[in-house]
Nanobody, 127 residues
Framework: QLQPVESGGGLVQSGGSLRLSCTLS????????IGWFRQAPGKEREGVSC????????KYTDSVKGRFTISRDNAKNTVYLQMNNLKPEDTGIYYC????????????????????WGQGTHVTVSS
């Protein structure tokens, strides 16, 4: 069964960094848009970042621009979310998701086609 697997979460102090990984075994990354999402306690899930299937286009929600970077390693079938200068409001469960596409250079976290979801990894940022 195809399912992304997230890792790399943990407890970090405000201003610290974490790198989340999403391993997508069985997927050919060139055919899939990848998105990172998060859900804070008591809040709805929100899109954080996405990467187009050709790896050339990325998007970020405003609150993380300049602090987070999405990237991928095709050889490892892994997508990363580098998170720097973390803030307490970044606390939440981070999910990786993907969908197959024939359009190579577009991604949107608001796209309803994300249909493969991981179990999530917890990120806690203390003040």
């Amino acid at each position: 069964q195809l399912q992304p697997v997230e890792s790399g979460g943990g407890l970090v102090q405000s201003g610290g960094s974490l790198r989340l990984s999403c391993t997508l075994s069985g997927f050919i990354l060139d055919n899939y848009v990848i998105g990172w999402f998060r859900q804070a306690p008591g809040k709805e899930r929100e899109g954080v970042s996405c990467l187009s299937s050709n790896g050339e286009r990325s998007k970020y929600t405003d609150s993380v621009k300049g602090r987070f970077t999405i990237s991928r390693d095709n050889a490892k079938n892994t997508v990363y979310l580098q998170m720097n200068n973390l803030k307490p409001e970044d606390t939440g469960i981070y999910y990786c998701s993907t969908y197959r596409t024939f359009v190579k250079d577009i991604c949107e976290t608001g796209d309803r086609r994300y249909n493969y979801w991981g179990q999530g990894t917890h990120v806690t940022v203390s003040s």
